[in-house]
Structure formats: C-alpha cells, structure tokens
C-alpha cells in the first residue's frame, strides 16, 4: 500500500500563488502515475493535474492552464503543485492520488488517496 500526506495549504489573497507538496510512503513511488484533484464544499471531486511515472507527461484540468504546474521528484518520492495566480474559485481540499496505471483523469482509477490540505483564496 501507500501513505500519501498532503501539505502546503493555507490561505492566499486573490492573485497569489502557493506550492502543494504531497509525500509518498509505504512502495515504490516511480510505479504510481501521481494526481491532483480538489473538491470544494458542495461540489464533486474533480481533477486538477497528473503526471507520469516517470515524469515525462504531464495533463491539466482547463480551468488551471497556465496557471498550475505539476512536478514529482521520485528520489524524494513527492509530488508538487505550484498554483500561481489563484482565483477564490480556486478555494477547495486537494488531494493527491496515486495510480497504478494512466496517467488517468478519473477518480475512480486512483488506487490511493491523501489526507488532503486546504486551499483558500480569499480577501
């Protein structure tokens, strides 16, 4: 199985940037296709961003192009999402996902899951 922790959340002004890190434990990190997803309150699940085992492809929700960038380090077996010119609706949990396979979109081919950290983009 994996560990997945999530980290770096917090609260930002409108146009503000932050950097989520999520570290892996527990296998071997290089075999998981690696995602973010955010769900904010009321709503879905919904992607936001994954990258492949090896590093080499990368996909991103419309709504974050440009703006969001995806990376992993696998000699440090985490993942990061650098969010820059963040937007209220940018407000919502994010979780990072692990996946034997993809690298996916969906949630439902996640095999694994963070704890996820809070996002708030406020004034």
């Known amino acids: 199985q994996v560990q997945l922790v999530e980290s770096g959340g917090g609260l930002v002004q409108p146009g503000g940037s932050l950097r989520l890190s999520c570290a892996a434990s527990?296998?071997?990190?290089?075999?998981?296709?690696m995602g973010w997803f955010r769900q904010a309150p009321g709503k879905e699940r919904e992607f936001v961003a994954v990258?492949?085992?090896?590093?080499?492809?990368?996909y991103y929700a419309e709504f974050v192009k440009g703006r969001f960038t995806i990376s992993r380090n696998n000699a440090k077996s985490t993942v990061y999402l650098q969010m820059n010119s963040l937007e209220p609706e940018d407000t919502a949990t994010y979780y990072c996902?692990?996946?034997?396979?993809?690298?996916?979109?969906?949630?439902?081919?996640?095999?694994?899951w963070g704890q996820g950290t809070q996002v708030t983009v406020s004034s």
């Open positions: 996902g692990a996946s034997p396979a993809g690298p996916p979109t969906a949630p439902g081919r996640y095999e694994y």
């Open positions: 527990g296998r071997t990190f290089s075999g998981y296709a």
């Open positions: 990258i492949s085992r090896g590093g080499d492809n990368t």
